[in-house]
């Protein structure tokens, strides 16, 4: 990433929650708390599907796999936050900015991609029950698993790339508590046609165009249970499907939030607090208490643990 010949700023002063002077220490330990909760908590749910056999299944595949992205994801952002809240220096290095930048942006839009194949798992499984395990095959799974991966990696790559050639001469200072697009790209003091072309088909690629397939599997699902004739078979299906449905709408409803609350205000990092570490944190206890095998695996680990004792 080269940016010597075509910037003046070495650096960027992460505001965070400076103004909030003594409230920051007691603010440092909640959040390292529910750093560690949400690691713990995601990290747990990732055992208990690699150990126990009756959840190697596409459908548990994709919830381990979205929780190694929930870690990876708070670990791109809650550490330097971490040290910001405690450190008198609030800069982070322009490379660190946009590593920071490129590692959150790939993680979220590699989140997007893999909640519209889960929506899409679901829609095979209730619409084609008969065909989902010859078609759901492991292949077909390694497939979808690294692929939500790629195309979010490498969309968010040329986004970033095009964003750091960009002329930084100063201000410097970013009133957030991570380097965000939006943030960043507001503090260049050239602005590029192209820049900001690529930029607009990287979120539409990266969010907008999972969402609506995420809702529009979703939305055919709803329409195949609401056909079944079984009140049993509707029970089953809608009780598999709102855990999923929970965990989606929760990612995008408060990314929609985000996104639409005035930049630099309290409000506006407070609701990003909300998405880059409660949402993670909330997931691993959304499937433990409401998805019944998950339960049955704590149950038995719990047992096993107690009868080896």
Same mark, same amino acid.
């Given at each position: 990433m080269e940016y010597a010949n075509n910037t003046a700023v070495e650096k960027f002063i992460l505001l965070a929650f400076s103004d909030l002077y003594q409230l920051q220490i007691p603010l440092f330990f909640v959040i390292l708390l529910v750093y560690i909760i949400c690691v713990f908590g995601n990290f747990l749910i990732i055992l208990l599907v690699v150990a126990e056999p009756s959840l190697h299944t596409p459908m548990y595949l994709f919830i381990s796999e979205l929780n190694v992205l929930e870690i990876l994801y708070v670990s791109c952002i809650i550490p330097n936050l971490l040290a910001n809240l405690i450190a008198d220096k609030k800069s982070i290095s322009?490379? &660190?900015?946009?590593?920071?930048?490129? &590692?959150?942006?790939? %993680? &979220? !839009?590699?989140e997007c991609y893999l909640?519209?194949?889960?929506?899409?798992?679901?829609?095979?499984?209730?619409?084609?029950?008969?065909?989902? !395990?010859?078609i759901m095959n492991k292949e077909f799974c390694v497939i979808f698993a690294v %692929?939500?991966?790629?195309?979010?990696?490498i969309n968010i790559l040329i986004s970033t790339v095009f964003t750091a050639k960009l002329e930084f001469c100063g201000p410097n200072e970013i009133n957030h508590f991570l380097c965000d697009v939006p943030f960043v790209q507001s503090l260049a003091c050239s602005r590029s046609l192209i820049t900001e072309v690529v930029i607009t088909v990287g979120v539409f690629c990266g969010a907008v165009l999972p969402f609506v397939a995420t809702v529009g599997f979703y939305t055919h699902v709803i329409i195949v249970i609401l056909k079944m004739n079984s009140a049993e078979s509707k029970k089953k299906a809608f009780s598999t499907l709102s855990i999923h449905l929970t965990v989606a709408g929760l990612y995008y409803i408060t990314v929609i939030i985000v996104y639409t609350v005035p930049k630099g205000t309290h409000f506006y990092k407070f609701f990003g607090l909300i998405y880059a570490v409660i949402v993670p944190l909330m997931n691993p206890f959304i499937y433990a208490f409401r998805n019944k095998d998950i339960k049955k695996a704590l149950i038995k680990s719990r047992r096993l643990k107690l009868w080896q004792g």
């Open positions: 322009f490379i &660190g900015c946009f590593i920071q930048l490129f &590692g959150h942006s790939a %993680l &979220g !839009s590699t909640l519209a194949v889960m929506a899409f798992d679901r829609d095979l499984a209730i619409n084609k029950p008969l065909h989902y !395990s010859t %692929l939500p991966w790629i195309v979010g990696f």
